[in-house]
């Protein structure tokens, strides 16, 4: 009777340790990926993403020809957020630091203190050289509107 509860024991473990190794680990998304120039009908926004392997992270937006008069393709302005990140499956949980924007109007580069997440309710996946990330949008800003799913792709960078 003690060799079957030991056995039984060995056979439990052997097969807990079985199930363990085959848990979907996600690829961690170390890397800088730059999405696809978007084209509004006013301006042309360009995203990028940067996950360093200490856990920070920067996310950048710029923007073009969004001034009246200014040639499409030139600079308007840019926001980066500052941060750190950490996953769990194929969440990723950010905890932004500081927000570094500038405009071409203002001239002046501004940094200041930032606690909202670049993107809400972030899972990603990386297909081959690309990492895709799915998030919550608010078109109207939190106060207007009900969220939305939106899907943004973006390309292992050179």
Do not use: H
Not at 113 to 124: H, V
Not at 134 to 152: K, M
């Amino acid at each position: 009777m003690k060799a079957l509860g030991l056995c039984s024991s060995v056979l439990a473990l052997t097969f807990s340790v079985a199930c363990a190794g085959t848990t979907d680990l996600k690829p961690s998304p170390a890397g800088s990926w730059v999405a696809a120039l978007e084209v509004g009908r006013i301006s042309s926004n360009q995203r990028s993403l940067t996950f360093r392997s200490d856990g920070s992270f920067t996310s950048e937006i710029r923007g073009y020809g969004l001034y009246e008069g200014q040639p499409e393709n030139e600079l308007s302005g840019w926001e980066r957020i500052e941060g750190t990140y950490s996953t769990e499956g194929d969440q990723i949980y950010w905890k932004s630091a500081r927000r570094i924007w500038w405009d071409l109007v203002d001239g002046q580069q501004i940094a200041d203190p930032y606690i909202f997440d670049p993107y809400l309710n972030a899972r990603y996946e990386i297909k081959g050289s690309q990492f895709i990330l799915r998030y919550t949008i608010y078109p109207f800003g939190y106060l207007y509107g009900n969220p939305e799913p939106a899907v943004t792709v973006f390309t292992l960078a050179p």
